[in-house]
């Protein structure tokens, strides 16, 4: 796909997939096998943590993914979260701190390097750690004030943020003290006053998937796919081929009104901005300008973490026991499939 794009003259498809590690990865073969995050996280060792997002981003990008839904930047520390759990890197501020934000540093320096690697996109703003619903099935709602999820559930985000993260995922989640009407997903207050303007993001905002019943059942009505174009979201991510993205297409085609296109442009320049800097210039670019734009665009992050080499991480991930999976009273399964 990647090739026939390419060959098209077009730029690199947004390949993306869920890739957190431990129970969580759609990728079985080929891609660094790391454990969950909180077994990973309670291993406490940054540079381990950077070199395994560096790994995994290379690995996926080998295979034509360039964009994958990791890490979970969620504080899991409602013990009753039926969703989250061992996904997070732990159920401390430092914990999460330690070693997700490593991670996706590590991931984004793949990315930047001339072999290229996958892009993280940190998640579930703004936090899905104090939950005791399932986002999938029903609609969290979390009764904290902005400035105590200031001083905690943002906290990782802002720092991922400032330290350069490119893109985010959003949580269908109802936060009333902030904005009683919208879940995240579907906030301006959220998605524009909140990540953009006082944390400062400049990248993609992807949304959940638009088919989980938070979204899908409870705001039904509410035309959901054009109410997060507005809200903010560059991409309405859609997890299966049927009905709804169908329909969300439809919808979106038969809504829009001229108020409407800013959004839509921006949503399209932040898509092709993400893709600038996937790019082979040289497939694009003459000679000189190619040159140029390596100059500027082949950089890391700024860090100064040392990286283990592949088999030494290979190693200490071996060596990291995982805590058992979780019991599912029900699975997940994109689409008409889950309708009651």
């Not at 890739?19 to 077994?39: C, F, H, I, N, S």
């Not at 009753?80 to 732990?90: H, K």
């Not at 930047?112 to 104090?130: C, N, Q, S, T, Y």
Request: glycine share 6%; charged share 25%; with cysteine.
């Amino acid at each position: 796909l990647q090739d026939f794009a390419q060959s098209r003259g077009l730029p690199p498809l947004l390949i993306a997939t869920d890739q957190e590690g431990g129970y969580v990865k759609r990728v079985r073969e080929g891609v660094l096998e790391t454990p969950p995050a909180m077994d990973l996280g309670k291993y406490a060792d940054p540079q381990l943590c950077f070199s395994a997002g560096y790994y995994v981003s290379r690995d996926l990008k080998k295979l034509g993914i360039n964009l994958f839904y990791a890490p979970v930047l969620d504080i899991n520390n409602n013990p009753r979260n039926p969703v989250i759990g061992l996904r997070s890197f732990g159920t401390t501020l430092d914990a999460v701190l330690g070693c997700a934000l490593p991670f996706e540093q590590g991931a984004r320096r793949a990315a930047a390097e001339r072999e290229g690697g996958a892009l993280p996109v940190i998640k579930h703003f703004p936090g899905h750690g104090d939950t005791e619903k399932d986002s999938h099935w029903d609609l969290p709602v979390v009764r904290k004030n902005l400035p105590i999820l200031r001083s905690f559930e943002l906290m990782p985000f802002r720092a991922a943020i400032q330290q350069g993260a490119v893109a985010v995922m959003t949580a269908h989640i109802l936060y009333p003290e902030i904005d009683p009407n919208w879940p995240a997903t579907l906030s301006p207050r959220w998605l524009q006053e909140i990540l953009r303007g006082e944390l400062g993001f400049r990248g993609t905002v992807f949304t959940d998937a638009m088919e989980m019943h938070a979204i899908a059942e409870h705001f039904a009505s509410a035309k959901p796919p054009l109410q997060a174009l507005l809200a903010g979201a560059d991409v309405l991510l859609f997890t299966s081929w049927q009905d709804e993205p169908r329909q969300a297409i439809l919808e979106l085609q038969q809504s829009l009104q001229p108020s409407h296109w800013a959004a839509l442009r921006r949503a399209l320049e932040n898509q092709l901005r993400l893709k600038l800097s996937l790019i082979q210039p040289e497939h694009y670019l003459d000679k000189a300008e190619a040159e140029w734009y390596e100059s500027f665009r082949w950089r890391s992050p700024e860090t100064n973490q040392p990286i283990y080499s592949r088999e030494k991480t290979q190693e200490l991930l071996r060596g990291i026991r995982w805590s058992p999976p979780p019991k599912k009273k029900r699975v997940w399964l994109a689409g008409r499939k889950n309708r009651r």
